[in-house]
C-alpha cells in the first residue's frame, strides 16, 4: 500500500499544480480587467498593422497572412508596447484572495508558487496566441496563406518603401527565411521576452509589494528602449563604424534588442545569434522561477475577508 502511494506521489503533486493554476484562469470569467487587457491589445495590433495594410490597399499587392505580424512585431517598439500591456494582467500577482488559504492548507508553498509560474507561462501564451491571430484577422481579407514572401514584401524590402512608411520588412529576413518560419521565431522570442518581465514583475511583487513590482516592468522596459542602438545614433551622431560597435554592444545587453528579430547574427556580424538568445532567457526566466521560490519561504501571507 505505501508503495503504491509513493507511485501516485508525482501524479498528485502535478494534479494540486494544475489546480492551483486552473483556479487563476477561473478567475478571468467576466473580469473587467481581462477583457480590457485583450481588448486594448487588438487595438494596439489595429494600429501597428494599419500600415502595412494601408500600403497593400495603396499599391493593390496582396500579403502573406502572417507578414503583417512580422513586420510589426520585427521591431523592438512594437514589442515593448505590446509587453507592457501585461501590466494590467498581472498587477494583481501573486493574487490574493479567499481560494488561496484552501490551497495553501492542502498543499505546499513550492507547489503553490510552482503552480503560479505555470499559470503565469500559460496565461501569457493564450496573450502571444492571441496577438498572434489578430494581426491575421486583420488582414486576412488581403492575403494568402502559402509560405513565401509577397509582393507586398519584395516592394517593402528591395524598393526601401519598407524605410519611408517605417514598417521593419529587410531583404535579410526574406532571404534567410521562409514567412512561416520567421513567424515562429518572433513569436518565440516575443513569448520569452514578455515572459521574463511578468516574472521579474512576479519577483518584486513577492519582495517588496505590487508597487515596485509595477515599478520594476517600467524600469525594465525603460531599460531596453533607452539601449537602442538609434538612438545613441542620434544622441552622439556617430559614424558607420561607430554605429556598428554600438549595435552590436546594445544587440548583447539589452533584453529588448534580444527580442528582436533583425538583431541577430544570421552568420556576417558579432550580433548574439539565436539559439544564444534562446539560452540568455532561459537562464534568465530560471533565476527569476528560484529567486520567487525562496521569496516564498519568507513571504507572509494577508488575507482580507472570509472564506465563500
Known sequence: MEKSRRRFRPLLALYQVWEICWYNFRRWRKNPRIIITFGLAFVLCFLLTDKAVQFSYEYKTIMQVVEPFVWTFGDS????????????????????????????????????????????????????????????????????????????????????????????????????????????????????????????????????????????????????????????????????????????????ASPLQHATYHMHNFGYDLLPRLWQTYIIFGILIFICFLISFFSMKKYNFNFTGGLD
Open 77 to 252: 517598439n512594437s514589442i515593448l508596447l505590446a509587453s507592457l500591456l501585461l501590466i494590467l494582467l498581472f498587477s494583481d500577482m501573486p493574487f490574493l484572495d479567499t481560494g488561496v488559504p484552501y490551497y495553501l492548507m492542502r498543499t505546499t508553498r513550492f507547489k503553490w508558487v510552482v503552480g503560479q509560474v505555470l499559470y503565469i507561462c500559460l496565461a501569457v501564451l493564450v496573450y502571444m496566441v492571441f496577438i498572434l491571430i489578430s494581426s491575421i484577422v486583420i488582414c486576412a481579407k488581403n492575403a494568402f496563406i502559402g509560405n513565401m514572401w509577397s509582393e507586398t514584401a519584395a516592394m517593402l524590402g528591395y524598393s526601401g518603401a519598407g524605410q519611408a512608411v517605417a514598417l521593419p520588412s529587410s531583404v535579410k529576413t526574406m532571404e534567410m527565411s521562409t514567412p512561416y518560419e520567421c513567424m515562429i521565431t518572433i513569436f518565440l522570442l516575443m513569448l520569452l521576452y514578455t515572459l521574463l518581465c511578468v516574472l521579474i514583475m512576479f519577483v518584486m511583487n513577492l519582495r517588496k509589494g505590487n508597487f515596485w513590482g509595477i515599478g520594476s516592468v517600467f524600469i525594465f522596459s525603460l531599460y531596453g528602449f533607452l539601449l537602442n542602438p538609434q538612438l545613441f545614433k542620434d544622441a552622439l551622431k556617430l559614424n558607420e563604424e561607430q554605429m556598428y560597435i554600438a549595435n552590436v554592444a546594445t544587440g548583447w
